[in-house]
């Protein structure tokens, strides 16, 4: 078993399609973001070396800690796509928790919950043609009823991979009510290899509470990140000092700003673009009407006016 790089920072992006591009991940490692994973990629579109498939796994300049997140059902493309692409990764990590109706429907994602055999199958052929580390993640799983993430977890683990990321909500759940943070520290009780929590970590408080009480190796942070790169500095800071800054309205401007400067760089999807830079208003006056603006815009540049004209 090939072991999960030693990270120097606590701190994971997690994997967002339609966030975590290589503009976004830079954005968050120059905050002190420690890794990071491409947007979920299908192994089917690049094992016929799909071109917007491989269009995700563009990374950033000097980018290293990165791992190719894959999602799929055909184990046979999931090793195609190793083979190909893993020169560029830290790791490949396999999608195991995504609870989109697209995904579901195509039995892949957290479908794959339901059928522990091929999830064996999945990971182990994976480990055998990867040269870098297989790792998972996973929900607790389908529903209030059929909480699975043990045996899962304990599948996924016996078939050779070198961590998991546990998001402790069931499909059914999506991203509604509470992540239930007891799943992770059972996952930690019971493994050997790395566990990742994930879920709910929204400030720097959350992060060091999920450490002490669940005992992960790591904490993911998704959703907090997003118009708030400085979460990862945040969280950092505060786990050595017990201190941290937050950002005013004037830093939020400041990141968005280097958050478009590298999107230009990269040539980023612009229609994403948009989304991101709504979530750095958050909070600021006037916020809901730079928001209408933004959804208007038509060019970066049209952007970065709207916030000359009002001068934050
Ligand atoms: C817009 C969006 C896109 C996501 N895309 C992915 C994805 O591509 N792969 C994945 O494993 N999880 C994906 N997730 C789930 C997150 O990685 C994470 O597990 C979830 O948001 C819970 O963490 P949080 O509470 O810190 O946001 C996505 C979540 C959001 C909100």
Known sequence: MKDFPKLKEKTILAPMAGITDRAFRELCKNYGCGFSYTEMVSANALARSNKAAEILLKKADDECNIGLQLFGQNTENFVKSIKKYQKDFSLIDINFGCPAKEIINQGAGAALLARKNKIKEIIEDCVNASDIPVTAKIRSGLDDKKINFLEIGKIIENAGASAITLHPRTIKQAYSGKSNWNHIKQLKEELNIPIIGNGDINQPEDAERMLKETK????????????????????????????????????????????????????????????NAMYFTKGIKKGSLIRAEITRAKTIQEIKNIFIKIKI
């Open 216 to 275: 992960c190796d790591y904490v993911m942070i998704g959703r907090a990140s997003r118009g708030n790169p400085r979460i990862f500095k945040e969280i950092e800071d505060y786990l050595k000092t017990r201190k941290y800054a937050l950002s005013s309205e004037k830093d939020r401007v400041s990141q968005l700003f280097e958050y478009l400067k590298l999107e230009e760089k990269y040539s980023g999807d612009f229609s994403n673009i948009k989304t």
